[in-house]
């Protein structure tokens, strides 16, 4: 069976998936997206996927387009028909069709959503072994960058640059040269002193979920935690540093623009995080 993606109610072939040409998200980018990591057939940390989802949408003032145990369904059906056991549910929820006009139509319209699975290869032997590359670049962002929103024109130009630059990431820097996040990553360092470091979260970022996560299994473990600003002069001297998404999980940075992160190599405490959220996404079970 070709690969099928949800829109608007129907299942339909992936590559004859189509949205109005007024849909808002498509002029305004007046919409929201989650992407849910799957790992070994699971869907991982749905729940808090789904609450940030919905607190985007609210942010917005758009209303769930299907209750939260009906887009459960959907994920799991489109899953099974795409055989999906490593990859993403992406979903996507805009204000919907409307004559365009900036401000929200005045007769309320159906939110629209499409949801869609992608296979995921495993990462990199040599981007694990050799660790990755960030730029860095001004944050050119707005101010409300905890809201998970498809108007990612900065992210997009932000890891172009770094594609440009044959780095993995960018890692954007906002007026008081601190670090903010990179493009569709967070951003964490290691201090000599084995502190672990992540900006606090606020406007100023997207709340990974994968931060999330691994901000729990840190103080389980006992780690020391940081979640602070900080500067790239700090980064750069760093003993370690990562990125942490739904699709980069922990990878560890050995390179910060021309400068390499500690000794160049992997750090220690940055592959034993890796482990530990692998290790933590292992144990996860099928709800119910
Ligand atoms: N920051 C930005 C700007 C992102 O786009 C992402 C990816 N969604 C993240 C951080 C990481 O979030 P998550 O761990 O939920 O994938």
Request: net charge negative.
């Amino acid at each position: 069976m070709p690969r099928q993606a949800y829109v608007n109610g129907r299942y339909t072939p992936h590559n004859d998936a189509a949205v109005h040409i007024e849909d808002r998200g498509y002029q305004f980018a007046d919409g929201v997206y989650e992407v849910v990591p799957v790992y070994n057939g699971i869907l991982v940390d749905e729940e808090p996927h789904l609450d940030r989802l919905e607190r985007s949408l609210r942010e917005l003032q758009i209303e769930m387009p299907m209750s939260r145990a009906a887009m459960k369904l959907v994920s799991r059906e489109l899953m099974r028909r795409n055989n999906l056991s490593r990859g993403f549910v992406y979903m996507q929820i805009t204000r919907g069709v409307a004559p365009r006009d900036h401000k929200f139509p005045t007769k309320p319209t159906a939110p629209a959503l499409v949801m869609t699975t992608r296979q995921m290869k495993p990462h990199s032997a040599e981007a694990l072994e050799k660790g990755v590359k960030v730029i860095t670049l001004r944050d050119i962002r707005w101010e409300r960058c905890d809201i998970k929103s498809v108007s990612l024109l900065p992210n997009v130009l932000g890891k172009q640059a770094a594609a440009e630059a044959g780095a993995y990431e960018a890692w954007q820097i906002d007026d008081e040269d601190n670090i903010t996040e990179g493009t569709s990553a967070n951003a964490w360092i290691v201090t000599d002193s084995d502190t672990v470091v992540t900006r606090h979260a606020n406007n100023g970022i997207l709340n990974g979920i994968t931060r999330m996560a691994l901000l729990d299994l840190i103080e389980k473990e006992g780690f020391t935690l940081e979640e602070r600003p900080f500067s790239v002069e700090e980064a750069r001297a760093a003993r370690e540093a990562f990125v942490t998404s739904s699709s980069s999980f922990v990878m560890p940075v050995t390179q910060i623009d021309d400068k390499p992160v500690g000794n160049g190599h992997p750090g220690l405490l940055t592959m034993k995080l890796r482990e530990t959220y692998i290790a933590y996404m292992n144990s996860l079970k099928e709800a119910g």
